[in-house]
T-cell receptor, first 113, second 119 residues
Framework: AAGVIQSPRHLIKEKRETATLKCYPI?????VYWYQQGPGQDPQFLIS???????DKGSIPDRFSAQQFSDYHSELNMSSLELGDSALYFC????????????FGPGTRLTVL | AQKITQTQPGMFVQEKEAVTLDCTYD???????LFWYKQPSSGEMIFLIY??????QNATEGRYSLNFQKARKSANLVISASQLGDSAMYFC????????????????FGTGTRLTIIP
């Protein structure tokens, strides 16, 4: 069965650089969620989209922005990277808003040097 | 206040024994959902089981069952006949505002329990 695809799987950036993380949800899933998991931490919700519109927002820094495109894939753009942005970034998708299960992707491990 | 509390940072269990991972939650919303996820050392998050606040029966999925005690606000995960492959980090999570849907989709996670199965 198709799963959530995230690219790249690993990314290394310098401080103050920008990064773009991509998420391709499971086919026919219209809702996407982004989470950030710092080293040894629990995942923290960043932002979600339903039908290309932002549906909820968590503790996402102003330096980050995200959007969902017409094909339902989503991109998380991160600017002016800081050392503290080093984390595992998960994308999850669900069939529609309110669906019980959020299927998580394998994550993108971002390292900021 | 913490919305999800997992009081066991780590547990060691003998293979084939049953194990209970504790989770308590805090919400004033009458509609919510409780989830358990498994995170192996490889990093992916694997959905295990779900319990809705209005569900009358405890959820079960194969070797996983959820001991839901609504009055005590606890949602413990029970793994029967543990296997070596069960060694992982386990997260309890909650979604509030279950019935209002739009704008209440985020999962709030606990700090996790690292389970190690001993051969």
């Amino acid at each position: 069965a198709a799963g959530v695809i995230q690219s790249p799987r690993h990314l290394i950036k310098e401080k103050r650089e920008t990064a773009t993380l991509k998420c391709y949800p499971i086919p026919r899933h219209d809702t996407v969620y982004w989470y950030q998991q710092g080293p040894g931490q629990d995942p923290q919700f960043l932002i979600s989209f339903y039908e290309k519109m932002q549906s909820d927002k968590g503790s996402i820094p102003d330096r980050f922005s995200a959007q969902q495109f017409s094909d339902y894939h989503s991109e998380l753009n991160m600017s002016s990277l800081e050392l503290g942005d080093s984390a595992l970034y998960f994308c999850a998708s669900s069939r529609t808003l309110g669906d019980n299960e959020q299927f998580f992707g394998p994550g993108t491990r971002l390292t900021v040097l | 206040a913490q919305k999800i509390t997992q009081t066991q940072p780590g547990m060691f269990v003998q293979e084939k024994e049953a194990v209970t991972l504790d989770c308590t939650y805090d919400t004033s919303d009458p509609s919510y959902g409780l989830f358990w996820y498994k995170q192996p050392s490889s990093g992916e998050m694997i959905f295990l089981i779900y319990q809705g606040s209005y569900d009358q029966q405890n959820a079960t999925e194969g070797r996983y069952s959820l001991n839901f005690q609504k009055a005590r606000k606890s949602a413990n995960l029970v793994i029967s006949a543990s296997q070596l492959g069960d060694s992982a980090m386990y997260f309890c999570a909650m979604r509030e505002g279950f019935e209002t849907n739009f704008g209440n989709e985020k999962l709030t996670f606990g700090t996790g329990t690292r389970l190690t199965i001993i051969p």
